[in-house]
């Protein structure tokens, strides 16, 4: 057994937790896998990835049981993330992005917004998280994509762009101004958005670097008219919904690149044990054994600190953010060095797409610049040092 199965093997999981998560790597290794490379080289979306999840009746999983759900520890929902990314990235991040989409709604909205929408995804449906702009990224308090409020209902004006899942979702969590209230930061506010309500409509799909199988679209609000009764709290809890949201997906993040990261070590390793140069195997050259234990160093310290932000989570922890931070912004450079590596251990091969970690660098990427960039992270990280 190595430091990565003894990790593994000391996370604490209830019986129906641990059964769950067994028929969730078998589907990762069995379908998830097999069919990854197609999907990256297809760009096609994976629907029948989804309907081997959703017969799992995973998304339950982060629900109540009260809206139709079986909900499960923060944890164990980590762990399905990085067991799917693991597999394939982009339907690891399709996957999550209904978490990050729904815990808002879970956390702050009223029990007659649960029992309408909250069934929807827990029998199989997608949602999808709307706050990024083309003028407002790392800094989500740019945003000009207006609310108006006219009766029973709210006028929905703007653009968002980089919207995970937005071709296909059925319920989209949108982040706006409030257009009574004057105060920039104070106004914003946020609003479910139901699939084929009238105004909303769904523009170019990006034609991306790296998890290339999963929906990242452009989407506009024209005069779009969404029932007072979808709202989010009242007028002007937009920002405190958003941080509270971004806390609970970033560690969604930062399992989403270890997963990456986990599958970049694991061919590694492989092909090194394999692969022979001047009669030896590349696993006997010291350079390569250092390499190799820098690796898995920062790996397995990674891992143990997503575990460690789990239970706070767990725990009911609610002033975590900057350990989200660390978690996310660290995670998410190693998956980027330890695939970049992949590809260097690998050679001419590694550059190649016959090769797993030519796909595996792709995908870690993203998850450098999306939940805040690490430039943001890091800002953050250092100001919580500051004395006042």
């Known amino acids: 057994m190595n430091v990565f199965d003894r990790l593994d093997a000391s996370l604490v999981f209830t019986t129906e937790e641990r059964l769950l998560l067994d028929a969730v790597r078998a589907v990762a290794r069995d379908h998830v896998a097999p069919s990854a490379a197609e999907h990256d080289r297809s ?53 999550a992005t209904n978490f990050h989409a729904m815990k808002p709604l879970i956390d702050f909205g009223s029990d007659e917004q649960k029992r309408r929408l909250l069934p929807v995804i827990a029998e199989g449906g997608l ?41 296909h979702a059925d319920l989209y969590l949108v982040f706006g101004k409030w257009s009574e209230i004057a105060d920039s930061r104070g106004s914003i506010s ?126 009911g922890a609610t002033d975590f953010g900057i350990e989200a931070s660390m978690l996310k912004m660290r995670a998410s450079d190693l998956a980027m060095r330890i695939t970049t590596d992949a590809v260097q251990l690998h050679g001419g091969y590694g550059y190649c797409k016959d090769y797993r970690v030519e796909r595996l660098m792709r995908d870690a990427k993203i998850t450098q610049i999306w939940e805040g960039t690490n430039q943001i992270h890091r800002q953050l990280i250092g100001r919580s040092f500051m004395r006042k």
């Open 190 to 315: 946020a609003v479910v958005i139901e699939r084929g309500t009238p105004g909303l409509t769904v523009g170019r799909e990006e034609d991306k670097m790296g998890l290339r199988a999963s929906s990242t679209a452009a989407l506009s609000f024209d005069d779009c008219r969404v029932t007072r009764a979808n709202l989010l709290g009242e007028p002007g809890d937009g920002l405190r919904i958003l941080l509270a949201s971004l806390n609970k997906s970033r560690p969604s993040v930062a399992a989403h690149a270890l997963g990456i990261a986990r599958a970049g070590f694991e061919d590694a390793v492989a092909y090194i044990n394999e692969r022979r140069q001047s009669g030896r195997r590349i696993v006997e050259f010291q350079g390569i054994q250092f390499m190799l234990a820098d690796m898995a160093a920062e790996l397995a310290q990674c891992e143990a600190w997503l575990w460690h932000v789990a239970r706070l989570v767990d725990a």
């Open 127 to 167: 949602a999808s998280l709307v706050i990024t702009e083309p003028a407002a990224g790392s800094d989500a308090t740019g945003m000009t994509t207006a609310f108006r409020p006219d009766g029973d209902h709210i006028v929905v004006n703007g653009a968002k762009t980089f919207i995970t899942n937005g071709a």
């Open 43 to 95: 760009g096609v979306f994976p629907f029948d990835n989804l309907a081997r999840i959703n017969a799992l009746g995973l998304n339950a999983m982060f629900i109540p049981e009260a809206f139709g759900g079986a909900q499960l520890s923060y944890m164990a929902y980590l762990e399905c993330v990085r067991e799917l990314s693991r597999a394939c990235a982009s339907t690891g991040v399709i996957w």
